[in-house]
């Protein structure tokens, strides 16, 4: 057996077999062919190969998940036998004397593109379906043997270098009961993505990919970071008591959903969600969350090869304030950049992409990009209870002109004759060290703050939040990182506003404490993260809390803070 460390990224604990997942290069380049009607016959036969695969992927389905599961092998058995796009590829390869591939997949972007900007959710998704199509006929074209994460009909553990957004949307929750990386944090994006989805997960391991085999037994242990590798029967039988015990607990705090959040001594404090993609709300409400806190807008923009559309971006925000049902939904424009890449944009490669030309300074710069998201936005508002925050404020003039160019959007759709709630909150995140020091003069102006420590944190330490070694600088209860938080809540309050934090710190059992004590007044985590931060908060008191943080925050260390708080009697 070996046993690898990484980082705990989702609670819970799995045991199956391991399924490792790389990604094909798919790059295509154009040739000239000398005998077309032997590349038909190519395209021919892979045309068929694939729809044997998906008649059986389709049966399979059917049995074991149902039908609504199924229906989508099906549309794409359709998509593989409708002309329309069969006889253009078939046509390009005669008439350009070009590889089927390369024919193949420039008629496919064409059908993805038009998809794309159609008004219907319903034609939009279709884009997808057209993706996966594709890839599978040009898998049979290029000899590649891959089997993507939505075909997985066993129960695995998935195995991987990192996981991308797509990946993990195609994650089927029965069959994959946890998954492991190589790379990232628990801020990282696969980590959070783990925890909306509620599979247990373990990321930064450095070298699980070199250490596993496909079918190798793996334990993962999202509550301690702990990877097992051909575990003993003890082993086991060990771990799959300590995941029955975990179940237990979680039955007891499921007990709290419907429950409002109050200390002990009576004082009332929202819990939200932090969520990635409309999905994400069906665990909100599942979990009791009391909003979303923050709306990563991001993972809508990754993914696939364009930016997306207006419409898209509008059926997005309005499904998310729709399945919220009147309550706060607090969306983040765009934060691209750092470790969220967007390939198509075409950004030149930097020396400290955390450093550089990211989320709000991007926005500002690609004011197309930004107002086709505000107009989406501001359509949206008419949904729900609809709050917009800039990320990466650094200066009070980034938040002015951010604001303007909102207030432009706002102005032009009424001009239009389009309605546009007037309700709308408007706020910035709190991520970079200047915005915090100086967040007194920022209260004058916006109707909010929400923290962001993973960010925050990065900064004030001075300590990249992707690289392991320094990972011990990640110190949440560092005084310093404190008396910034305590500036930023204490300045709101004073101009009547309110302070959430959306950062990983805001769900963590350490620091929960020491939060309610310096007044924050929305904690937004993870939707799993929620009923245990409720059960906990229901045991403290505000008051004494309050003392606890005005001693935490004459402390030293991070270390004598934690300590301060461990002794806390529950
Ligand atoms: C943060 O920085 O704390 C935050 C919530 O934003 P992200 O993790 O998406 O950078
Ligand atoms: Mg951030």
């Not at 979680?250 to 007990?255: D, F, L, S, Y």
């Not at 709290?256 to 959040?261: F, K, S």
């Not at 107009?375 to 949904?383: G, I, N």
């Not at 060290?433 to 900064?459: C, H, M, R, W």
Request: glycine residues 6%; charged residues 25%.
């Amino acid at each position: 057996m070996i046993k690898i460390s990484g980082i705990a990224a989702s609670a819970g604990i799995a045991v199956a077999k391991a399924f490792i997942l790389k990604h094909p290069d798919y790059t295509i380049t154009k040739t000239s062919i000398s005998d077309v009607e032997l590349e038909i016959v190519k395209l021919e036969s892979a045309l068929e190969i694939s729809k044997g695969e998906l008649a059986r992927i389709k049966a399979r389905t059917l049995a074991e998940l149902g039908e609504k599961k199924a229906e989508i092998f099906e549309s794409h058995l359709l998509i593989l036998e409708d002309p329309e796009l069969i006889s253009p590829v078939m046509d390009k390869i005669r008439e350009e004397a070009v590889n089927a591939d390369y024919a193949l997949q420039e008629v496919a972007n064409q059908f993805i593109e038009m998809f794309e900007n159609m008004k219907s959710t319903y034609l939009q998704e279709r884009a997808a379906d057209m993706r996966d199509v594709t890839k599978r006929v040009l898998n049979h074209l290029l000899g590649i043997s891959y089997v993507s994460p939505a075909e997985i009909s066993e129960e695995v553990i998935v195995i991987a270098e990192d996981l991308t957004p797509s990946d993990t949307a195609q994650l089927n929750r029965k069959y994959v009961k946890g998954f492991t990386t190589n790379i990232g944090g628990r801020t990282s994006h696969s980590a959070i993505m783990a925890r909306s989805l509620e599979i247990p997960a373990v990321v930064g391991t450095k070298h699980v990919m070199s250490e596993v085999k496909a079918g190798d037994l793996i334990i993962v242990d999202g509550l301690s970071g702990d990877v097992l590798v051909n575990p003993g029967e003890a082993e086991v039988a060990l771990y799959i008591a300590k995941q029955k015990e975990y179940d237990l607990q979680i039955a007891e705090w499921k007990k709290l959903r419907e429950e409002p959040t109050v200390s002990a001594d009576g004082k009332h404090v929202e819990l939200a969600a932090n969520i990635g993609t409309p999905n994400d709300v069906a665990g909100v409400i599942d979990n009791g969350g009391e909003g979303v806190g923050l709306y990563r807008t991001e993972f809508l923009y990754m993914g696939r090869d364009k930016l997306p559309s207006e419409e898209i971006q509008y059926n997005a925000y309005r499904t998310v304030l729709e399945n919220m049902q009147g309550k706060p939904v607090v969306v983040r424009t765009l934060d691209i950049g750092g470790d969220k890449e967007l390939p198509y944009l075409e950004l030149p490669k930097e020396m400290n992409p955390f450093l550089g030309f990211r989320a709000i300074r991007l926005c500002l710069d690609r004011q197309d990009i930004f107002r086709t998201q505000l107009r989406a936005l501001l359509r949206a508002s008419v949904h729900g209870d609809l709050r917009i925050m800039f990320p990466m404020i650094a200066t009070l003039g980034e938040f002015r002109a951010a604001r303007d160019l909102l207030l432009e959007e706002k102005a032009k759709l009424h001009e239009e004759g389009k309605e546009v709630s007037d309700q709308i909150q408007l706020g910035i995140m709190v991520e970079i060290p200047s915005t915090a020091v100086l967040a007194d003069q920022f209260a004058k102006e916006v109707d909010f703050f929400s923290i962001g420590t993973n960010d925050l944190i990065q900064y004030t330490m001075a300590a990249d939040r992707m690289n392991e070694r320094v990972s011990y600088l990640y110190q949440p209860y560092n005084p310093a990182i404190l008396r910034l938080i305590k500036n930023v809540i204490d300045a709101a309050h004073a101009e009547g506003k309110w302070t959430g934090m959306c950062g990983e710190m805001a769900g963590d059992v350490t620091a929960i404490p020491l939060l309610l004590g310096l007044g924050l007044d929305e904690f937004s985590m993870s939707a799993t993260s929620i009923l245990p931060a409720r059960s906990q908060i229901a045991k403290l008191s505000a008051a004494e809390m309050k003392e606890l943080a005005a001693k935490a925050l004459q402390l030293g260390t991070a270390e004598e803070v934690a300590a301060l708080v461990q002794a806390i009697n529950y």
